[in-house]
């Protein structure tokens, strides 16, 4: 007995090691450990995810001639069931089952919940029966378990079937039971069937939950039934239930998921003003939709409003709000934004340097995007390949700029080429191999600097490393050889584009309307 307080409280502190020697100790003295010993160091190696270590001293259990239970059973069960190994959850299932351990509620459980999310709802209602033979009581867990099932598979027929089933056993369902099958109905698009829900709901004395109503009008939205969701929410609001917040987030997620931005970004702002504040995630959408359908006032205002309530948006809602300031051209508050998030913290990737980079590069404003690549390898953040296209291009159209009118057209070129190659050769170092775009990029750049063979010797390297070309990268060469007059190799270079299928584009075209390839363009498109 003091042996076993002791183990019990060495795991209990998660002093695995010496509860093991202590274990080994007891074996040495030829006393070997019972079953709650080994139960004990099971029970913490599973609680925390060591599964190899539970397994290990069940086996080496066994091996003792010590007779397992149900405790030992559903821990390890539990374990294989929360690092997703749902094979091996039935594999022990059926070995105990087989050895002829009785098993208890618990274990079956597990196997018919495991069964149910992988869709084996045959096995699952066996499994049920198979207790009702074996003199154990199916409760509300096991048939909700069932239910959950039929739901995920949207077999809405056989859930309910289970419920009425359920309800025929005396067996009350909770408010989680009511839940799962409000969701299934609206994921199925069963609208009359959720009001119904609700209103058996209440015959049986249980009030729906936050939860409940948010779950039947994101599941009303999701079925475009957006008239029933609006009339639900109006008639919550007015009974003015618990965690408002939850049924304030479910109708913004519902707008948006049916594409009626402004009235999701409406609501939000009624509620803020409210002093309430919808959830984070509800929050990131908001922001995302709102800079798809270009409103970055409103995706601005977003982000605004989740600060002043202490609320601070992710990297992904910076990222998105920086992107379409940088589209529109406004890079002051992209780089406002971009200064927030790194006096708040957060952990600036190479995606958002990126991002602003290509804006201060679009915005002709190259310097300040090659001080950004300089900031961003000192603080130990490694470019990728994406962003050094970004510094390629910027270098590239910097030199197109009227600006550089005055400059010798030799002097650009020979610019150009050395600032490409400095970047080529970072790449090297980095180990970073350029993709299509990239090399793209380059050919591009060498046709504008009149390095034609250099170019062709891209392209032909792009191939031979297994890189497909596109229609951006045979236009760039098309398109340097008929600027050099060199007009049947670009010929033969349409040709071959046409050949592999690839079609050229309307840049394609236009570089056609301008040299004797004319005829060319028109043979393609009849």
Known sequence: MAYNMVMDGLCKEMRLDEAEKLLENKARQGSNPDVYGYSYLIQSYCKMGNLIKAVDHYEAMVSHGIETNCHIVSYLLQCFRKLGMTSEVIAYFLKFKDSGLHLDKVIYNIAMDTYCKNGNMNEAVKLLNEMKCGGLTPDKIHYTC???????????????????????????????????????????????????????????????????????????????????????????????????????????????????????????????????????????????????VGNVQGASNVCKIMLEHNVVPDVISYSKLISIYCQNGDMDKAHLWFHDMVQRGLSIDVIVYTILMNGYCKAGRLQEACQLFVQMTNLGIKPDVIAYTVLLDGHLKETLQQGWEGIAKERRSFLLRANHNKLLSSMKDMQIEPDVPCYTVLIDGKCKAEYLVEARELFDEMLQKGLTPDAYAYTALINGYCSQGEISKAEDLLQEMIDKGIEPDELTFSVLNQSSLRSRKIQFCA
Request: aromatic share 10%; net charge negative; with cysteine.
């Open 146 to 292: 069932l239910i959950n099932g039929y739901c995920l598979k949207g077999e809405m027929q056989n859930a309910q079937q289970v419920f009425e089933e359920m309800l025929k056993a005396n067996i009350e369902p909770d408010i989680v039971t009511y839940n799962i099958l409000a969701s299934g109905f609206c994921k199925s698009g069963l609208v009359m069937e959720v009001f119904d829900l609700l209103d058996r709901m209440a015959d049986h004395g249980l009030e729906p939950n936050s939860l409940t109503y948010g779950i039947a009008i994101v599941g009303f939205c999701r079925g475009g039934n957006l008239s029933e969701a609006e009339v639900l929410f109006n008639v919550v609001e007015e009974k003015g239930i618990d965690h408002i917040e939850v049924m304030y987030s479910s109708m913004v997620c519902g707008y948006l998921l049916s594409g009626w931005t402004d009235h999701a970004y409406m609501l939000f702002v009624r509620v803020a003003r409210q002093g309430n504040l919808v959830d984070h995630f509800s929050c990131s959408k908001l922001i995302n939709d709102l800079c798809r």
